[in-house]
Nanobody, 122 residues
Framework: QVQLVESGGGLVQPGGSLRLSCAASGSIFSINAMGWYRQAPGKQRELVAAITSGGSTNYADSVKGRFTISRENAKNTVSLQMNSLKPEDTAVYYC????????????????WGQGTQVTVSS
């Protein structure tokens, strides 16, 4: 079993910054991609940013130039630096680990964190 533990959410004023962190623990041999999704009230969960084990990144258009995702493969951690935050960034942010394998050649699974609230408001 694998657990994802997030930290770093909170309340921030528009234009401010927050840093989210997520650590994966458990039976982990490899993780293909790690990322962050968010879900605002009444809306579907959406991809914010993702990063592969090789360092390739993907961002939602709405956060490009403002958010930066980073990853430490050896520690199985992923972080999201969020700058120039806007009220529309308010949501619950979920950490995701995709194609997590417990050993060589084993099946990969997807895991989610419990979510952390980010509120951007004056």
């Amino acid at each position: 079993q694998v657990q994802l533990v997030e930290s770093g959410g909170g309340l921030v004023q528009p234009g401010g910054s927050l840093r989210l962190s997520c650590a994966a623990s458990g039976s982990i041999f490899s993780i293909n991609a790690m990322g962050w999704y968010r879900q605002a009230p009444g809306k579907q969960r959406e991809l914010v940013a993702a990063i592969t084990s090789g360092g390739s990144t993907n961002y939602a258009d709405s956060v490009k130039g403002r958010f930066t995702i980073s990853r430490e493969n050896a520690k199985n951690t992923v972080s999201l630096q969020m700058n120039s935050l806007k009220p529309e960034d308010t949501a619950v942010y979920y950490c995701n680990a995709d194609n997590v394998k417990a050993g060589w050649g084993t099946r990969g699974y997807r895991y989610w964190g419990q979510g952390t609230q980010v509120t951007v408001s004056s």
